[in-house]
């Protein structure tokens, strides 16, 4: 039997796919957001996804809801939201969103899992904001060991080809080694590994109406070839999804002016263009940190998009995937404000996956690949507004605050396969 993980601040799925692919099941995520559950619904079928609060969730009601009642948890993970604590922006205790770092604790004390991963960014390691970590880890002390010095790891260094500086929180009950942190790898993944097989979006006419087609991929590297899910990688103890391999996803074209293209064309690789301020990617390096952009209730905009290589464009959702590190299979909202935000907010697979394989490896438990091929959710999931997703999980339309447009006519989701 596999050992139990249990995501909460759960998104699209980042950390879970991380910690399923050391080894894990996943039987449990906790996502306020319904269109990230949605999304997460669709591409873990076998998790119970949970739409809820964490300030409203006890312990006990997870594991009913999972159906894991007297199950031993080995592992609970997951970072709160990270608006209050970024180094770019406020920096402030006082900010109401830091109270969801003590409903973590609250949930790992009920939930007594062998092992805890506290995962955000790195500017909670700066002045005041070291209290909150302070106090998170005298609040576990009776319970549990933490790892300390507690590390700032950087995704490049674990093979994802994209600058990403995270800080991660570790600690074991009382009773379990601690384990270590993961040691970076050798070689790091470049932009030209990433994406240089994906077919051109701008060549592929069904692309701007709906968010996949059939397209042809170029030749491979290693690292793409993880990226397509072939079956055969030795590092990937996650379960095998059915899927179409001759169809591109989450690529909705992005229609941009002559102008920009120009501009876009004109940057050199590895330059910021002066007027968007987009980082024209280095095919030769790594992928800027892909952010996730403002939330609904804060205008709802995108997040700047770093230029595509060799065409003067943004990237496509799908070519942002692949810089963080998540497989072909894997799908997000097909709009691409949705999809784009759900991967700029998530945690890098590759790096939760070296997180979790050194947990796994603490436990003492060697990591099996499920005989079970699972086939993804329905693909209606994916194309959810967020009322119909809100009515999907009986939660309040307004429970995340609405996006705000300037005009009132609706727009239709591109359509899904």
Excluded at 79 to 86: D, L, R, V
Excluded at 262 to 267: I, K, M, V
């Amino acid at each position: 039997m596999r050992p139990i993980g249990i995501d909460l601040f759960a998104g699209a799925g980042g950390l879970s796919l991380g910690f399923e692919r050391a080894g894990f099941d996943v039987a449990a995520a906790v996502e306020i957001d319904p269109i990230h559950c949605a999304t997460h619904e669709f591409n873990f079928p076998y998790c119970k996804t949970i739409c809820r609060n964490v300030c409203d969730i006890a312990g006990s009601d997870i594991l009913r809801l999972a159906s894991i009642e007297g199950s031993d948890i080995a592992v609970v993970f997951g970072g709160a939201p990270c608006q209050g604590f970024s180094l770019i922006g406020k920096r402030a205790l006082d900010d109401p969103r830091n109270a969801l770092v003590h409903h973590f604790v609250r949930l790992v004390l009920e939930l007594r899992p062998a092992y805890f991963v506290f995962e955000n960014v790195k500017g909670l390691t700066v002045g005041r904001q070291r209290q909150v970590l302070d106090e998170m880890i005298a609040a576990l002390a009776d319970d549990y060991d933490v790892l300390l010095p507690y590390r700032v790891l950087n995704a490049a260094d674990y093979g994802v080809p994209q600058n990403r500086h995270r800080l991660f929180l570790i600690g074991a009950k009382q009773d379990y080694p601690l384990p270590n942190y993961p040691p970076p790898l050798a070689r790091r993944v470049t932009v030209r590994d990433a994406i240089g097989d994906v077919p051109e979006a701008d060549d592929v006419f069904e692309l701007i109406g709906r968010d996949w087609a059939e397209a042809r991929y170029g030749q491979p590297s290693d690292y793409a070839r993880k990226m397509r899910a072939p079956g055969d990688d030795p590092e990937n103890f996650g379960y095998r999804r059915i899927f179409d391999s001759s169809l591109v996803t989450s690529s909705l074209r992005t229609a941009h002016t002559d102008k920009s293209r120009r501009r876009f064309a004109a940057t050199p690789c590895g330059k910021v263009e002066p007027i968007s301020r987009f980082l024209k990617l280095d095919p030769d390096g790594q992928c800027n940190t892909l952010r996730a952009g403002t939330a609904s209730d804060r205008g709802a905009f995108t997040s700047p998009r770093p230029i595509h290589p060799h065409a003067p464009r943004v990237v496509t959702n799908r070519e942002a995937a692949r810089l963080h590190s998540y497989p072909d299979w894997f799908r997000f909202h097909v709009t691409k404000w949705h999809g784009f935000r759900q991967i700029g907010n998530s945690v890098p697979p590759f790096l939760g996956g070296a997180i979790a394989g050194e947990i796994i490896r603490a436990l003492g438990v060697p990591p099996t690949i499920p005989q079970r091929t699972l086939a993804l959710g329905d693909p209606k999931l994916l194309a959810l507004t967020m009322a119909e997703a809100a009515k999907l999980y009986g939660v309040p339309r307004d429970v995340i605050p609405q996006r705000r447009r300037a005009s009132s006519v609706k727009r239709r989701a591109p359509a899904v396969m």
